[in-house]
């Protein structure tokens, strides 16, 4: 491997994890479900979303900025509407809890529109998606994050990089998951540059001065994808995902490292349709299919060697890291084997801290 990367068998990298999880104060329910949730975005190729955010986590969690025992409740508000009331759980135990109440309502009416309100960080969203698919759903998936993002045209940060997540079935192969930040790239691929000390390309993000910059260190806010589209999508993210829960709004949403021993009080939206109550199933499932076929069997332009369906190669990733270990930063490894739970590392630095 590369100098500074280690290939970690996924079951013990999950394991790891979960143990760090358990020392900080996390009950072993929930920390093997957050555990499972990063081992997936590690062996997807998707380090943002991995083993790079688990001291932070350890930290959080140590000091009281999730609730170790959260009261989880649904509160049904309409034939096919809910809010999963999250008690600042650790995000990636409650959003998948609430993404259950979802699944039920909308195999019972054939759409549900569910918010998650009160959660922490909820890590990567393909994974919820990527369940309700495998139920034969279709899906959406939205969140809120911190505000790191310059608008089109400002100055300063205002909006999260706010990702939005998509889903469907088709016949044969694994179900088409789409999955993207509303930003060029998420903060946690800079996380991930830091880490492994790597330049990042200077349309990700600006430094202090707002100008372009390819150093992972002197960034100081992301940029939107595509200008005023993304800045647009990520504020239809906010709106559903925090506005219409009660929850705080755009610059307003709590920091995720300013002060570790706050709740976050984040905010996930799904929405979950059945294809059932359209179309025949298998026939929607065969359409899905032969589109997923036609588009591998295009020619592919210059300096590609085919066409891919969005996200489909980290599916491909994910099955070889399965079978053969997971990239793991050595520093990260040493750490998650270590006895050392959180460093201190964080509070009262924001965002931006080293």
């Known amino acids: 491997m590369a100098d500074g990367i280690t290939l970690v068998d996924a079951q013990e990298l999950q394991d790891l994890m979960m143990n760090k999880f358990i020392a900080a104060g996390l009950k072993k329910e929930h920390a093997e479900e957050t ?10 190729g998707i380090h943002s979303h991995g083993t790079v955010r688990v001291a932070y986590y350890a ?8 609730n170790l025992d959260p009261q989880i409740t649904f509160e049904k508000t309409g034939t096919s509407t809910g809010v999963v009331h999250g008690d600042n759980g650790m995000g990636q135990y409650v959003c998948n809890r609430g993404l259950d109440y979802a699944i039920e309502m909308a195999k019972d009416t054939g759409l549900a529109a569910v918010g998650v309100e009160k959660t922490g960080h909820s890590g990567m969203l393909s994974y919820y998606v990527k ?42 192969g ?52 595509a200008g005023p ?19 705080p709004f755009g610059k307003h949403v709590s920091s995720m490292y300013a002060d570790l021993t706050q709740k976050r009080n984040l905010g ?29 069997q295009m020619p592919p332009a210059k300096g590609f060697d085919q066409v ?22 050595t520093e990260i490894y040493d750490y998650l084997k270590s006895d050392t739970v959180h460093f201190d590392k964080y509070d009262g630095q924001g965002a931006f801290a080293e």
């Open 131 to 172: 369940r309700a698919a495998e139920e034969d759903l279709v899906a959406l998936a939205m969140c809120q994050s911190d505000p790191m993002v310059v608008p089109f045209g400002g100055s300063e940060n205002y909006f999260g990089t706010n990702p939005i997540a998509f889903s469907a079935p088709r016949s044969s």
């Open 174 to 225: 694994e179900a088409l998951v789409f999955d993207m930040a509303t930003t060029v790239q998420a903060w946690g691929k800079v996380l991930d540059a830091r880490s492994k000390d790597r330049a990042i390309p200077d349309t990700w993000a600006v430094d202090g001065d707002g100008n372009p910059t390819t150093n992972p260190h002197a960034v100081r806010g992301l940029l939107p994808i």
């Open 268 to 296: 996930q939206f799904y929405i979950l349709m059945d294809p059932k109550k359209f179309t025949d199933l298998e026939a929607f499932k065969e359409r899905v299919q032969q589109m997923t076929e036609e588009l591998h």
């Open 308 to 329: 891919y369906l969005p996200g489909e190669r980290s599916q491909i990733r994910r099955k070889k890291a399965m079978a053969n270990g997971i990239e793991v930063a």
């Open 229 to 247: 589209k993304g800045y647009g999508l990520m504020m239809l993210v906010d709106v559903m995902a925090g506005s219409m829960l009660g929850l």
């Open 35 to 44: 555990a499972r949730h990063l081992t997936y975005a590690d062996a997807c």
């Open 59 to 66: 930290e959080r969690i140590a000091k009281g900025g999730v």
